[in-house]
């Protein structure tokens, strides 16, 4: 268990729609980092947060937006849903903003029906 | 062409085999790198992480680097059956939007009773 949890552990809904992922960091981690992994794309990094401000930002959609809260937990928000946005979503922490060793959930299965 | 390229197997070993996994990757700033464990539907685990050019080594599993062929190799010895899984390599640069992790595709291994 790396001490990062996420909910929900799976999510189906449908084209169109919106969804919200919540993560919860390890204890005393300030950076979360967040990934998608899909069949074709492998584990794709989408974007990080360190102590409540974006940091980093890698392939994200516009249609995608993610924030860290003061209690340090994270959401990634997903609108406007399409079949290609069905994948694993995983969040992972880090207790430094550099990331040298980041620590992953058990992710969030999504399905875009 | 790929910044991370790995053999995505799978890879068939009996127990007690030496496995080698291996990555090659094309960008020069990449000098932190790391191999992470997946198993099935379970958020990926950090294995080993190292920054220099050489072997580093915890346990069964050893880690080398050669930044100058740009190659990075795990070797678990003595491989048991709870070592089968995904291995992922990934690396990251130094500075600025260096904090991201960029994995290769994974390797799955399977050890045999």
């Known amino acids: 268990d790396s001490g990062v949890t996420q909910t929900p552990k799976h999510l189906i809904t449908a084209t169109g729609q919106r969804v919200t992922l919540r993560c919860s960091p390890r204890s005393g981690d300030l950076s979360v980092y967040w990934y998608q992994q899909s069949l074709d794309q492998g584990l794709q990094f989408l974007i990080q947060?360190?102590?409540?401000?974006?940091?980093a930002k890698g392939n994200i959609l516009e249609r995608f937006s993610a924030q860290q809260f003061p209690d340090l937990h994270s959401e990634l928000n997903l609108s406007s849903l399409e079949l290609g946005d069905s994948a694993l979503y995983f969040c992972a922490s880090s207790a430094d903003p550099q990331g040298d060793e980041q620590f992953f959930g058990p992710g969030t299965r999504l399905t875009v029906l | 062409q790929k910044e991370v390229e790995q053999d995505p197997g799978p890879l068939s070993v009996p127990e007690g085999a030496i496995v080698s996994l291996n990555c090659t990757y094309s960008n020069s700033a990449f000098q932190y790198f790391m191999w992470y464990r997946q198993y099935s539907r379970k958020g990926p685990e950090l294995l080993m992480y190292t920054y220099s050019s050489g072997n580093k080594e915890d346990g069964r599993f050893t880690a080398q680097v050669d930044k100058s062929s740009k190659y990075i190799s795990l070797f678990i010895r003595d491989s048991q059956p709870s070592d089968s899984a995904t291995y992922l390599c990934?690396?990251?640069?130094?500075?600025?939007?260096?904090?991201?992790?960029?994995f290769g595709t994974g390797t799955q291994l399977k050890v045999e009773l």
């Open positions: 947060y360190y102590n409540g401000e974006e940091r």
């Open positions: 990934a690396m990251k640069g130094v500075t600025g939007g260096g904090n991201k992790l960029t």
